[in-house]
C-alpha cells in the first residue's frame, strides 16, 4: 500500500508520524509515499532535517514539486539529497509498485506576487505529457488540481482566480486515468466524472490517503498538533527571509 500525502511546507517529520499511524495504529503495511508537492524543497531546511538532525524517512518516498520550493536549486537539492527522497520531474513517468505515475508539479491557483516564476506549468511541460501515450499512463500526480471538477476557491484568496491549471483538461481527455491526485488546495476532495476518480488531499498535518494495489484511495483524517509559529518567524517568512509560513497558516 501506499501513503500518499503533501503540503508539508518543510515539516518533514510529519511525514513519519503519519506512516507510524498507519502502520502502527491502523495496521497497514506502507511499501513507499508520494509526495504531491509543496514538500518544502529550501537548502536551510533539507540540511538540518537530513544533515544535521541525521532524521530519514522510515520508507522510500517519491515527491513532484509544488508552488513552495527553491526553484532556483531544485536541481541541485534534489540531486545532493537523492538517497533520502527522490524527486519526480515535471513530464515523465515512473513505476512505482506496479503502477505508471504521469508527474506533473507546479501550480498556477497561486498568489502571482510572492511566488516565483519556477513555480507556473509551461506549455513545454504540458507538451511533454502529452507526448506519453494514453497506455502508458495510469494514475496522474499533480500539485494543483485540473480545472472543471469543483474545487472550490478559498474564502479570501477568491484573487487568484479559478481553480484548476491551464490545460489540464487536455491531459484528462487524452489520458482518462483512472486517478488523478493533487494537494495544494489543503481540502479533503473527490470528484468523479465516469472514467477518472479525482482526489484532493489536505496538508500533511491532517492526514493522508492510502493508494491500494487496485486504483482505490482511501482519505485517512489524522490530526497532528503544531507549535505555534512564533510572530517574528511569520513575519520573516512573509519578507522571504526564512522558509515559507507554517502549514497552518498556509492555504496554498
Ligand atoms: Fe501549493
Not at 491531459?171 to 494537494?183: C, M, R, S, V, Y
Amino acid at each position: 500500500m501506499i501513503l500518499v500525502t503533501c503540503d508539508t511546507h518543510c515539516y518533514y517529520g510529519t511525514i513519519n508520524q503519519q506512516l507510524a499511524y498507519a502502520e502502527n495504529v491502523l495496521g497497514h503495511d506502507i511499501s513507499c509515499i508520494i509526495h504531491l508537492g509543496d514538500f518544502g524543497l529550501y537548502k536551510s531546511h533539507l540540511h538540518d532535517f537530513f544533515i544535521k538532525k541525521g532524521q530519514r524517512f522510515l520508507r522510500p518516498l517519491y515527491c513532484i514539486d509544488g508552488n513552495h520550493e527553491d526553484f532556483s536549486a531544485i536541481e541541485k537539492l534534489t540531486q545532493k539529497y537523492q538517497a533520502f527522497f527522490t524527486y519526480l520531474p515535471r513530464g515523465t513517468v515512473h513505476r512505482i509498485e506496479g503502477y505508471r505515475f504521469l508527474a506533473l508539479g507546479g501550480a498556477a491557483y497561486m498568489d502571482s506576487m510572492l511566488t516565483e516564476q519556477g513555480a507556473i506549468i509551461t506549455d513545454q511541460q504540458i507538451n511533454a505529457c502529452l507526448a506519453f501515450a494514453r497506455a502508458e499512463v495510469d494514475i496522474i500526480l499533480t500539485h494543483d488540481c485540473p480545472t472543471g471538477i469543483g474545487v472550490p476557491s478559498t474564502p479570501g484568496l477568491d484573487h487568484f482566480g479559478a481553480t484548476g491549471f491551464p490545460r489540464s483538461h487536455e491531459l484528462a481527455e487524452h489520458f482518462q486515468p483512472k486517478l488523478w491526485l493533487f494537494g495544494h488546495h489543503h481540502k479533503w476532495f473527490s470528484f468523479s466524472d465516469g472514467h477518472t476518480a479525482y482526489y484532493g488531499l489536505e496538508g500533511a498535518w491532517k492526514g493522508f490517503g492510502l493508494l491500494d494495489a487496485d486504483f482505490q484511495l482511501t482519505i485517512v483524517k489524522n490530526r497532528l498538533e503544531w507549535e505555534k509559529t512564533p510572530f517574528i518567524e511569520k513575519l520573516l517568512a512573509k519578507l522571504k527571509i526564512i522558509r515559507p509560513d507554517g502549514p497552518r497558516e498556509l492555504s496554498d
